[in-house]
């Protein structure tokens, strides 16, 4: 699917979302993050390679205010996205509306040296001088959680400044390895976690012969990962709501939100390429109704299995930019 694609078939995706009475401020539903003691709305604005879509400084500047006048105040970014563009525009807003905003970003590093000089660039970027949510970024694999937590691995930074203020909570975020996230989960002391969470991906297992879809999607963040952020308590925020594009078609947008919403999460990050998706997935927020058990079911179900597993080998080589 080309930008243009995913630009139109969103915008019909969400047409049918109530419209939004302009008036600036109104809360969405909040949630707890976790045991951090911060409480989030339930839609998060997600500022990679869709907040980039906005060529226009300008242009991109106002989608964000928008976002928060709407009541969309958790703002997730990284270090790498649009090679710290995209910290640099959330910045221009954070000069005036810091205290506004739960404010998260990302770091690639993988050693606590590089950690931390990411860390110092992000917070001048980001113009502040702390982060709400910390995580490492995009953990890929077991041999990537090795290097993650090796002694001068990037955990030691992370710790270091949750111990020093610098950030209130730290996190890992995962796209594509449901075994690596729940191992790093188990083992670590994170407060947060970011993972791919949709309808496609509920019922993908890993089993002899490759990935295919299953009844009980036994290797899914949703069966591995999930529980153990759960039982920890940590705050989960769910990412990729529509496959990166690759589940727009297979169901309405609404749908697919409404489905991550229902889960155990605190919020769910999604990219608005468009002022009108900003609003019709905040009227979304604000009207939402949890999906039952078996609406969930039936939505996984209604997913072709080819789609699910072109969406498992697009994430494998997926580069979260």
Same mark, same amino acid.
């Given at each position: 699917?080309?930008?243009?694609?995913? $630009?139109?078939?969103?915008?019909?995706?969400?047409?049918?979302?109530?419209?939004?009475?302009?008036?600036? %401020?109104?809360?969405?539903?909040?949630?707890?993050?976790?045991?951090?003691?911060?409480?989030?709305?339930?839609?998060?604005?997600?500022?990679?390679?869709?907040?980039?879509?906005?060529?226009?400084? #300008?242009?991109?500047?106002?989608?964000?205010?928008?976002?928060?006048?709407?009541?969309?105040?958790?703002?997730? %970014?990284?270090?790498?996205?649009?090679?710290?563009?995209?910290?640099?525009?959330?910045?221009?807003?954070?000069?005036?509306?810091?205290?506004?905003?739960? $404010?998260?970003?990302?770091?690639?590093?993988?050693?606590?040296?590089?950690?931390?000089?990411?860390?110092?660039?992000? $917070?001048?970027?980001?113009?502040?001088?702390? *982060?709400?949510? $910390?995580?490492?970024?995009?953990?890929?694999?077991?041999?990537?959680?090795?290097?993650?937590?090796?002694?001068?691995?990037?955990?030691?930074? *992370?710790?270091?400044?949750?111990?020093?203020?610098?950030?209130?909570?730290?996190?890992?975020?995962?796209?594509?390895?449901?075994?690596?996230?729940?191992?790093?989960?188990?083992?670590?002391? !994170?407060?947060? %976690?970011?993972?791919?969470?949709?309808?496609?991906?509920?019922?993908?297992? #890993?089993?002899?012969?490759?990935?295919?879809?299953?009844?009980?999607?036994?290797?899914? !963040?949703?069966?591995?990962?999930?529980?153990?952020?759960?039982?920890?308590?940590?705050? /989960?925020?769910?990412?990729?709501?529509?496959?990166?594009?690759?589940?727009?078609?297979?169901?309405?947008?609404?749908?697919?939100? %409404?489905?991550?919403?229902?889960?155990?999460?605190?919020?769910?990050? /999604?990219?608005?390429?468009?002022?009108?998706?900003?609003?019709?997935?905040?009227?979304?927020?604000?009207?939402?109704?949890?999906?039952?058990?078996?609406?969930?079911?039936?939505?996984?179900?209604?997913?072709?299995?080819?789609?699910?597993?072109?969406?498992?080998?697009?994430?494998?080589?997926?580069?979260? /930019?």
């Amino acid at each position: 699917m080309n930008r243009r694609q995913f $630009l139109e078939t969103v915008a019909v995706g969400l047409v049918a979302a109530p419209a939004l009475a302009s008036q600036p %401020t109104a809360k969405l539903p909040q949630r707890p993050l976790g045991r951090t003691g911060l409480k989030v709305p339930i839609l998060g604005f997600g500022s990679g390679s869709r907040f980039q879509m906005y060529k226009d400084e #300008d242009k991109a500047i106002a989608a964000l205010n928008h976002a928060i006048d709407l009541g969309i105040t958790y703002i997730d %970014t990284a270090h790498s996205y649009g090679d710290g563009q995209s910290e640099k525009r959330v910045g221009r807003v954070m000069a005036t509306r810091r205290k506004e905003v739960t $404010l998260s970003t990302k770091i690639a590093g993988r050693t606590a040296d590089q950690a931390r000089r990411q860390i110092e660039l992000s $917070l001048k970027r980001l113009q502040t001088d702390h *982060l709400d949510v $910390l995580h490492i970024h995009e953990l890929k694999s077991l041999k990537d959680l090795a290097a993650i937590e090796a002694p001068g691995g990037v955990l030691e930074a *992370l710790y270091q400044a949750r111990e020093q203020k610098v950030a209130h909570a730290i996190g890992i975020t995962c796209h594509a390895d449901p075994v690596a996230l729940q191992t790093a989960l188990e083992r670590h002391d !994170f407060d947060c %976690t970011q993972m791919a969470l949709n309808a496609g991906l509920a019922r993908m297992a #890993d089993v002899p012969g490759g990935f295919k879809a299953t009844l009980m999607g036994a290797g899914s !963040f949703e069966r591995l990962a999930l529980p153990v952020a759960t039982r920890k308590k940590m705050g /989960v925020i769910a990412m990729k709501v529509f496959g990166q594009e690759q589940l727009l078609g297979a169901a309405p947008a609404d749908k697919l939100l %409404t489905y991550v919403l229902s889960l155990p999460i605190s919020l769910a990050s /999604v990219g608005m390429p468009r002022l009108e998706h900003i609003e019709s997935n905040a009227a979304l927020a604000r009207a939402f109704k949890p999906m039952s058990t078996r609406q969930r079911q039936q939505l996984e179900e209604s997913i072709e299995s080819s789609r699910k597993l072109a969406m498992h080998h697009f994430f494998a080589d997926h580069q979260d /930019v």
